[in-house]
T-cell receptor, first 110, second 113 residues
Framework: AQTVTQSQPEMSVQEAETVTLSCTYDTSESDYYLFWYKQPPSRQMILVIRQEAYKQQNATENRFSVNFQKAAKSFSLKISDSQLGDAAMYFCAYRSVLRFGAGTRLTVKP | DTGVSQNPRHKITKRGQNVTFRCDPISEHNRLYWYRQTLGQGPEFLTYFQNEAQLEKSRLLSDRFSAERPKGSFSTLEIQRTEQGDSAMYLC???????????FGSGTRLTVV
C-alpha cells in the first residue's frame, strides 16, 4: 500500500519570503510520479509541479521547486518569493493512481 | 473543451434518499477518477475507470456506492440510502493513460440532512 504523509497542517510565510512544505511517502514501487497540488478556498485542484521518480534532477516551475530525496522517500515543495495568491491548501500526491496527503494550509502575510 | 465538468455543483438531500452525480471528463482523456473530500482533509480515492472498465475500487466504496462509465465518456456516481456521513465534496478528475497530470472538476458538494 502507498501512503502519503504531510506533517505540517498549517504553515505561514511573509510575502516575498520562501517557505518549504514537507511530504514523505511510502511505496514499494520503483517507478512512480509525485505531485504537488494547490487547492484555493472553494476552488478546484490545480497541479503545481510534478516529479518523475526515475529523474534525479529536481523539478522547477518558476517560483516553485521540489527537493526530491528518493532514498528517504521525501518530496518537499519550496515556494520562493511568496505571493498573496499562493495562499491555499497544498496537497502532496503520489501515483500511479493519485493518493493524497492530508494537506498543508498555507497563509501568506502581507 | 472546457475541462472536467461536474453536475450538480451542490446537492442537499434527506437521509435515506438516493443521489446521483455526473462527471464529464476532458473528451480525449481515457481515465476517469472519483474522489471524496471532507472538510479539512485531503481527497480520498474512491474508484477509477479506464475507458468503460472500472479498474479499481477503494474499500471506502461501500455497497451503497456505485459508479458507472457506460460508454467510456461521462461517468455517474450513485449513492443509495444516503447517510449523514456521506456529506462531502465529491471530486472527479480525468487523465490520459500514462499521463502525468490529472485535471479536476470543481466538485459536487453533498449535504445529507
Amino acid at each position: 500500500a502507498q501512503t502519503v504523509t504531510q506533517s505540517q497542517p498549517e504553515m505561514s510565510v511573509q510575502e516575498a519570503e520562501t517557505v518549504t512544505l514537507s511530504c514523505t511517502y511510502d511505496t514499494s514501487e520503483s517507478d512512480y510520479y509525485l505531485f504537488w497540488y494547490k487547492q484555493p478556498p472553494s476552488r478546484q485542484m490545480i497541479l503545481v509541479i510534478r516529479q518523475e521518480a526515475y529523474k534525479q534532477q529536481n523539478a522547477t516551475e518558476n517560483r516553485f521547486s521540489v527537493n526530491f530525496q528518493k532514498a528517504a522517500k521525501s518530496f518537499s515543495l519550496k515556494i520562493s518569493d511568496s505571493q498573496l495568491g499562493d495562499a491555499a491548501m497544498y496537497f502532496c500526491a503520489y501515483r500511479s493512481v493519485l493518493r493524497f496527503g492530508a494537506g498543508t494550509r498555507l497563509t501568506v502575510k502581507p | 473543451d472546457t475541462g472536467v465538468s461536474q453536475n450538480p455543483r451542490h446537492k442537499i438531500t434527506k437521509r435515506g434518499q438516493n443521489v446521483t452525480f455526473r462527471c464529464d471528463p476532458i473528451s480525449e482523456h481515457n481515465r476517469l477518477y472519483w474522489y471524496r473530500q471532507t472538510l479539512g482533509q485531503g481527497p480520498e480515492f474512491l474508484t477509477y475507470f479506464q475507458n468503460e472498465a472500472q479498474l479499481e475500487k477503494s474499500r471506502l466504496l461501500s455497497d451503497r456506492f456505485s459508479a458507472e462509465r457506460p460508454k467510456g465518456s461521462f461517468s455517474t456516481l450513485e449513492i443509495q440510502r444516503t447517510e449523514q456521513g456521506d456529506s462531502a465534496m465529491y471530486l472527479c478528475a480525468s487523465s490520459l493513460v500514462g499521463g502525468y497530470g490529472y485535471t479536476f472538476g470543481s466538485g459536487t458538494r453533498l449535504t445529507v440532512v
